[in-house]
């Protein structure tokens, strides 16, 4: 069975600072791996997404992620937060065995104070 | 194009009565799944279907019951409803590389 653990509920950081958003992964076979954002409110938006190929993936808002097989990670990270960037982020990972569906972490909310 | 489409959009209930919650796609997509949202949990996986005809359960499948009889639809029914199954509701279409979200359905149940 699939599971995703998101360390840390509560991220703040200053506007300007890096961001990183943890995320940990485990899966009996090749996963899918996915970044989603949700603002108060709203639905939720995909950021970035792992399949096959590059480890390193680029998404919206100046936003990647990498892929790290060896420590089934797949950490959120952006180089210099805005004060938009405040929401709501999920990690989730599906795989074929679940008929591609989503099993989400519990999110962690990003603060960004001035 | 619209993608995926839920209704209601909003939707009270009082314990113990049921109700189908719609959801349509018209990407011809074989994968589809419902999920609820509550503070503090994410969103849990509640049913899936693989293709028409195919359901499995997901996460908190109990008191849900689910059908695939087109590639477009996958209805969500709840039998006899709680006040535990206040949620927001989102049903999701995929290609498998990707999922397309619905807008949501906030249910409360009194």
């Known amino acids: 069975a699939q599971s995703v653990t998101q360390l840390g509920s509560h991220v703040s950081v200053s506007e300007g600072a890096l961001v990183l958003l943890r995320c940990n992964y485990s899966?009996?076979?090749?996963?899918?791996l996915f970044w989603y954002v949700q603002y108060p409110n709203q639905g939720l938006q995909l950021l970035l997404k792992?399949?096959?190929?590059?480890?390193l993936v680029k998404g919206i808002n100046g936003f990647e992620a990498e892929f790290k097989k060896s420590e089934t990670s797949f950490h959120l990270t952006k180089p210099s937060a805005h004060m938009s960037d405040a929401a709501e982020y999920f990690c989730?990972?599906?795989?074929?065995?679940?008929?591609?569906?989503?099993?989400f972490g519990k999110g962690t909310s990003l603060l960004v104070t001035p | 194009n619209a993608g995926v489409t839920q209704t209601p959009k909003f939707q009270v209930l009082k314990t113990g009565q049921s109700m189908t919650l719609q959801c349509a796609q018209d990407?011809?997509?074989?994968?589809m799944s419902w999920y609820r949202q509550d503070p503090g949990m994410g969103l849990r996986l509640i049913h899936y279907?693989?293709?028409?005809?195919?359901?499995d359960q997901g996460e908190v499948p109990n008191g849900y019951n689910v059908s695939r009889s087109t590639t477009e639809d996958f209805p969500l029914r709840l039998l006899s409803a709680a006040p535990s199954q206040t949620s927001v509701y989102f049903c999701?279409?995929?290609?498998?590389?990707?999922?397309?979200f619905g807008p949501g359905t906030r249910l409360t149940v009194t």
């Open positions: 999701a279409s995929s290609d498998r590389y990707e999922q397309y």
């Open positions: 899966s009996s076979v090749p996963p899918y």
């Open positions: 792992y399949t096959t190929g590059a480890t």
């Open positions: 989730a990972v599906s795989d074929k065995n679940s008929g591609y569906a989503l099993n």
């Open positions: 990407m011809n997509h074989e994968y």
């Open positions: 279907s693989v293709g028409a005809g195919i359901t």
